[in-house]
């Protein structure tokens, strides 16, 4: 198959023949509040005297004949607007470089001198956002190591943002992963990755969400605006980008971990209407066989797709569908005896996952400048796995010698929820000073949910269910938003969000507040506070004692004070350091009841089997500093450093370390481009991205108590912890390298584009449990990792 890959390569490269051509630079420019056309706005290309153009009507500009290919700096200008420079555009190969520009208006009064233009890394689409956000390039996401078009697997190269070896979950200022939100178009959507949720709360392998389609998107870290509802760790804003209006392009690529398909084009030029749409498969069981991938003990299969349809009108706004659809399925491989040092390892899962999301857009701007924008949507995931135990023959010492051939039914997961899903905003510039926004979002969640399990590994007697639930709730959230601009370079943001959970009718009423102040251009202070809150998965509150009680129907929302402090010092437009300090106090964290010491921040599996109340608290904080350096003269790359601590308490009143709490991070992302061929219009990358971070928590395991259960002839799937030393030990630190090569032969209609992209090359694998080994009489660790080379030839044309 390697030697297949390999002549592939060269027979495309010996039949491509590269053409030097002008290409087209086009887009919209538009007000970054009511998304209003802006007519009469320049955009000039600065690198080139004599490429510019004029916005008509409808807020288009089109740049024609633009050569050589390159790299070049985007400025948009508009009377009343701050101007936009977007730097780094990629002008090459066969598409059309779209650039929709949103242009900011200028908070002094008429006719007073602008003095700042605004970079595009330096804001996020948020235009209101002052504090915790980033903006997420999708052309950094195509480039950098590490990103396989994945931007859940790019933002962990943010600092304060831990990743995993084995999948793209994300622990934000040492949180949960299932404290994340994801929103897709304006609404709340389950987590889009693949396999989340079939084993670990929050995981994933890879994100359903394709750079190919989505635009330019935010990724907050702390002190969420007063849009943001449900989420205590990070905020992910996701926004689809439409299809081009004026021609119509694809996409092929065939890769040895997936293939993919992506067209979009215009369905009425007269209109400006558009689609675009993407599929992907996986296909990484038949490439692990294949010996092209490493994925530890398990088969993965997977598919995706994404559309997107826009049609913008004249006099009734802009009305899109939208749709997002992922459907997965996982079989752990045939055993072998020599491998099976734990009862864990004799155990063989199987899980389904199935995730839709399909809504419809309405946004319409009028003269007084209101904008109203409607969001109505469905989302759906079911969730079902299995899970047992072969049987074991063992000698006279108790090591496994064999397996009898017969399966033992351990565990069974069925978690289904359906979501209808409203969100509405209504927005008015008031004045050059003041925008104010009000707004919120209400979801019906309907679910169906089964957990059952054995007593102990090979039970004869039937499962036990912990809960079998069918019913359901919903999540109201109001919010009221405001933006003042004072004074020159001071910027402040007020709101107040609101949150009702039917379920358990508890009620919270959230102040957000933040504050920017730029005193010159190359300094930049914010600082901001926020109250959140959030329920949990809706398992956890259909949890039911022996008596057949639910002893967590009445769990409230988890709350939590953010406070985050940043500056940000310019050394040039793109030489930047950024300083963060944060502090986070959660409350009304459900905990264990009767001695337990178990906490809902340490949950790393997709179930809970414990009654809980709201009576814990939690504390994260800690600093990191960021150096980045936007792409200059083919270079690009930042290296950062995050100290931090993450505790709980429970009953008990103790503090202890959460299960997040890896202490420190270091990460080195760099990259460096090169412009080929006779007339330099091909393209030739490579990047690297290297992280070392502190393991994970874990409490230590009673290894006298094993020996003799073992002994007694009892085999039980959980260890028997130290339940006085709860999360008093951490794994190793792990070490990550992802490595991208590519190069890019732009044709006169083709591009092709041959890559490497290696996803934890070094096969490190992240120990995530200790386990009593059979064989030794000792403790070990279990560990995972998946690595990822992935070849693929891509085509565009």
Request: aromatic content about 12%; proline content about 3%.
């Amino acid at each position: 198959m390697k030697k297949n890959l390999f002549v592939l390569q060269a027979v495309i490269l010996l039949f491509c023949v590269s053409y030097s051509h002008a290409q087209t630079l086009r887009g919209t420019v538009t007000d970054a509040i009511s998304g209003e056309p802006l007519i009469g706005a320049t955009v000039k290309i600065t690198e080139l005297t004599d490429k510019a153009g004029i916005t008509d009507i409808d807020g288009n500009y089109h740049i024609g004949n633009v050569s050589p290919s390159g790299r070049y700096t985007v400025e948009a200008t508009y009377i009343g607007y701050e101007p936009s420079i977007m730097k780094e555009v990629l002008v090459a190969g066969t598409k059309e470089v779209v650039i929709d520009i949103a242009l900011r208006e200028n908070s002094q009064e008429l006719g007073e001198v602008i003095v700042r233009p605004r970079v595009n890394k330096a804001a996020t689409v948020n235009p209101t956002a002052l504090v915790g956000g980033v903006m997420l390039s999708m052309e950094e996401a195509s480039r950098y190591a590490g990103g396989y078009n994945d931007p859940a697997r790019l933002v962990t190269a943010f600092a304060g943002v831990a990743g995993q070896g084995d999948g793209n979950g994300i622990s934000v200022h040492g949180n949960a992963p299932q404290f994340m939100q994801y929103r897709l178009e304006g609404i709340e959507i389950f987590t889009p990755n693949h396999f989340s949720g079939l084993y670990d709360a929050g995981y994933g392998m890879v994100s359903a969400l394709n750079s190919n389609v989505i635009g330019n998107s935010d990724f907050f870290t702390s002190t969420f605006n007063a849009n943001y509802n449900n989420a205590l760790s990070g905020v992910f804003d996701v926004k689809m980008r439409n299809g081009n209006s004026s021609k119509h392009e694809h996409l092929i690529q065939i890769g040895t971990v997936s293939e993919e398909i992506t067209s979009e084009g215009p369905l009425s030029k007269k209109s400006n209407s558009s689609y675009i749409f993407n599929f992907r498969y996986g296909f990484t069981s038949l490439a692990s066989k294949l010996g092209l991938i490493d994925i530890v003990d398990t088969d993965y299969d997977f598919s995706d797709f994404s559309l997107k349809l826009n049609f913008p009108t004249k006099h009734a706004g802009t009305f899109s569908v939208f749709s997002l659809g992922f459907f997965d399925k996982s079989d752990d491989t045939d055993m072998d005896i020599e491998d099976t040092h734990t009862i864990y390892d004799a155990s063989r899962q199987t899980g389904h996952l199935y995730n839709i999301v399909a809504g419809a857009t309405h946004k319409i701007h009028f003269d007084n400048k209101w904008v109203w924008r409607t969001t109505v949507a469905y989302n759906m995931q079911h969730n079902k796995v299995d899970m047992n135990y072969v049987g074991l023959v063992f000698d006279a010492d108790n090591k496994p010698v064999s397996f009898d051939g017969k399966e033992y039914p351990f565990y069974y997961l069925k978690q289904n929820e359906d979501r209808l899903v409203f969100n509405t905003e209504l927005s008015k510039q008031v004045t050059p000073r003041w925008l104010t926004q009000i707004g919120g979002e209400y979801s019906h969640r309907f679910f169906n949910l089964s957990y059952r399990t054995a007593e102990n590994v090979y039970e004869p007697v039937p499962a036990t269910p912990l809960y079998d639930t069918k019913s359901d709730t919903g999540l109201a959230s109001l919010y009221w938003s405001n933006l003042w601009k004072p004074a020159e370079g001071l910027s402040i943001n007020l709101g107040v969000s609101a949150s009702y959970f039917l379920l358990s009718e508890d009620f919270s009423v959230e102040p957000r507040v933040s504050l920017r102040w730029e005193p010159d251009a190359k300094n930049s202070f914010s600082i901001g506070y926020g109250l959140h809150s959030m329920i949990e998965k809706l398992d956890a509150y259909f949890v039911r004692d022996a008596a057949g009680r639910l002893v967590n129907k009445d769990l409230g929302l988890s709350k939590a004070h953010h406070v985050l402090a940043t500056y940000s010092y310019k050394f040039t437009d793109n030489l930047n350091l950024r300083f963060n300090a944060y502090y986070q106090y959660g409350f009304d964290t459900p905990v264990g009841i009767d001695g337990s010491t178990f906490c809902t921040v340490n949950r790393l599996f997709n179930f809970i089997d414990e009654p809980l109340v709201n009576k814990g608290n939690t504390r994260n904080y800690g600093a990191d500093v960021t150096l980045e350096q936007y792409m200059t003269r083919g270079f690009y790359g930042q290296v950062n450093a995050s100290l931090f601590k993450s505790e709980y308490r429970g009953l008990d009143k103790k503090w202890r370390n959460q299960l997040y709490d890896r202490g420190y991070m270091i990460k080195l992302l760099c990259g460096k481009e090169w412009m080929m061929g006779k007339r330099k219009q091909n393209v030739f990358n490579i990047s690297m991205k290297y992280t070392l971070q502190g393991g994970l928590r874990h409490t230590p395991i009673d290894l006298a108590a094993m020996k003799a259960r073992v002994a007694a002839g009892i085999l039980d799937d959980e260890p028997i912890y130290k339940d006085d030393e709860v999360m008093t030990l951490q794994f190793d630190p792990t070490n990550i390298l992802d490595l991208t090569v590519s190069y890019k032969i732009t044709g006169k209609k083709v591009s092709h584009t041959i890559a490497f992209e290696g996803l934890n090359i070094l096969q490190n694998e992240t120990p995530y449990a200790e386990r009593y080994d059979l064989n030794t009489g000792q403790l070990r660790y279990d560990k995972s990792g998946i690595s990822l080379p992935n070849f693929f030839y891509r085509l565009d044309f």
